[in-house]
Structures are given as C-alpha cells and as structure tokens.
C-alpha cells in the first residue's frame, strides 16, 4: 500500500513511518525535515495551510491512503494564536481532504478527546456530541468536520494524552523536574488515558490496512491504551517506574492557571475499535513501563 503520512516529523508521525514503512511503501510529509533517517521512505516538506502546496504534494505521490497527523499541538498556544490554530487544524485539514477527494485516497485523521467537554462522567462514544472548551479542541473539531462533509471514505482517529520518543510530552517533563525538585503539583481533577504512540501506530496500521475496503468500517473510532488516571495519579506512576520517592501534591487545575480548559473527564470507549480489530490496546502502564526502559536504553 503507498501511504502518505503529513506530521511525519511530530511524535506520532515518527512512529507512523516507523511502524508502517515495515511493509508498506510509505512517504513522509511535514512543515520540517524529520530529526532521524527515514527508513525505506521518501519526505517531502509542506505547509499544509498552503492549498496549492499540498495539492501538488499529495497528488504527486498518488497515495492509497494519507494518515493526517500534522496540527498545531501546543494546547496553551492556541489560545494566543487563534487565527494559527484554525488555520493549521481547521484550514491545513480541510486542503489535506480535498487532496484526498482530488487523489481518491483514503484519508485517517488524527483528532483528539479534547472535542469533549468532559461533563459526561462516562466513557465518552464516537456518537456523542463534541462540544470543546479550548481553541485547539474547537479547531480540531473543525477538521473533522470537513472530512466527514467532504469525504466517504475516512477514518476519524480519536485519542488522548500521547507519550513517545520523539517529542515533548508529560512523561519526559516529570522525569526532569524530578531531577530538578523536591516536591511536584500535579492536576489530580483531569481523568484521561494515557496513550503511548508506538501501541497507537500499531493500532492504526491494523486499521487501515486491514479495514480500507468496507464503507461499514469507515467513520470515527477512539483509540487510547486501556484503563485511565488522573495527571496526578499518571505522574506517581512514572515516578514509581524509576523508583523515584519524591512527594507529589494534588491539585485542582484552576491551581494551575493554564490559558486553556481541558475537559475533567475525557476518558474514549474503545468497544468500536476492539470490536473491528479484535483486541484492545494494552493497558497504560504496561505501555508506560516499556517507554521509559526504552528512553533510558537510549
Ligand atoms: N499530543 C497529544 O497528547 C495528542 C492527544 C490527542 C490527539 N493528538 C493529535 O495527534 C496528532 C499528532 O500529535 P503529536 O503530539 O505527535 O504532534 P506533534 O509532535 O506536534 O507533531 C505534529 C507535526 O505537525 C507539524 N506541523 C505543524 N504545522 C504544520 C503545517 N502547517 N504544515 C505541515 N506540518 C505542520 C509539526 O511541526 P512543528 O513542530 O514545527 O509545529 C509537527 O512536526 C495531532 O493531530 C494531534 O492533534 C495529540
């Protein structure tokens, strides 16, 4: 299968063409060169706000699919750079679906638990309604929204708090300021899933390679590692990991000041995807463990 993947520089996108160039004929796309030597994969450099760019981009590649991953992922940052955040997640989307509508690609967008507001206090369906509470949750949904009205063939790919190796993440953040305090504060009134990006690139790659020809299988899926915690709980867990016995306080994310609201309760049911592939993804903390092995082999 030829496969387009845009954020191929980002943290999922790294793992996308790890995982998928195995065996498939893969072609990275970002706004920047990747920090690695792509294996058994072309690049290309585009902006994705750029219409005309990405058209020729994508068609010249001729991909039976294209992975969407690229977006402007800096939560806080959207909430000052409004205009960036709706034109890179709700613009840049919407010239990637019509690459796809042009090039008669499957198109698997990368979207977030952030559409939610979190007021639901039960595992959140693919059917229930979005109602985001931040700029980027509200410009992510707007990219939604143009495939499903532009597009029949997609998957719409929703998931939740990522850890990988290549990039920043909450993980890396509390095993340094574990070096650097004695004491951490960490939100303990957000309740998520963990999700480590390898187990979503696996999941993703069984998705579309095994699940492109069905319209059944088509629309939105969420896909997170099993279980959920809290940040807090989340940050004890790692400091268990490395045998770290620093204190951690809980506190409440109005404590916290951050530009932008997340929903306290955002946890995605995977029983749409279980029940397509056949297994759910490991738990978070087996998930978790692997990780931080791998980034101190490293
Ligand atoms: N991280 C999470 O916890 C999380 C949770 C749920 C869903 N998601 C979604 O999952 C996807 C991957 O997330 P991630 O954390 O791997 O993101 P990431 O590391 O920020 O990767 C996104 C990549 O897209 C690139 N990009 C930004 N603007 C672009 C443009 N105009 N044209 C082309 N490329 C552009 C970024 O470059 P720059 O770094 O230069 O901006 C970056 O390399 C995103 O769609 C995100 O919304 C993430």
């Not at 520089?9 to 790890?18: A, I, K, Q, R, W």
């Not at 045998?243 to 994310?253: A, D, E, Q």
């Not at 279980?274 to 903390?285: A, E, F, N």
Request: positive net charge; charged residues 30%; hydrophobic residues 35%.
């Amino acid at each position: 299968m030829r496969i387009l993947i845009t954020g191929a520089s980002g943290m999922l996108g790294t793992d996308l063409v790890e995982t998928l160039s195995k065996e498939h004929e893969v072609v990275g796309l970002d706004i920047k060169t990747p920090p690695f030597t792509v294996h058994r994969s072309q690049f290309t450099v585009c902006d994705i706000t750029n219409e005309k760019e990405v058209m020729k981009a994508v068609c010249d590649v001729k991909p039976e699919v294209v992975i969407h991953a690229a977006a402007y992922t800096d939560v806080d940052g959207c909430e000052k750079n409004e205009d960036l955040a709706y034109r890179v997640n709700g613009t840049g989307t919407r010239n990637v679906t019509l690459a796809c509508q042009k090039c008669k690609a499957v198109m698997a967008y990368i979207s977030t638990d952030f559409v939610f507001d979190g007021e639901k206090k039960e595992l959140y369906l693919e059917s229930d309604k979005p109602n985001p509470l931040s700029i980027y949750g509200k410009s992510k949904l707007e990219g939604e929204r143009y495939i499903s009205s532009l597009l029949d063939k997609y998957f719409i790919i929703r998931t939740s708090w990522l850890f990988g190796r290549h990039g920043r993440n909450f993980v890396n953040t509390i095993l340094k300021l574990a070096q650097e305090k004695k004491e951490l504060r960490i939100v303990n009134d957000q309740i998520g899933s963990p999700t480590y990006t390898k187990d979503l690139a696996q999941s993703i790659k069984k998705l579309i390679t095994d699940h492109c020809s069905q319209s059944t299988d088509f629309g939105i899926y969420h896909i997170s590692n099993s279980g959920s915690c809290s940040w807090y709980e989340f940050a004890q867990e790692i400091l268990r990991v490395k045998g770290y016995g620093l204190r951690v306080k809980g506190i409440s994310s109005e404590e916290l000041e951050r530009p932008a609201r997340r929903p306290k309760f955002s946890v995605l049911d995977n029983s749409r995807y279980i029940k397509t592939v056949g297994k759910p993804l490991r738990p978070w903390q087996k998930a978790l463990k692997e990780y931080i092995g791998k980034i101190e082999a490293t």
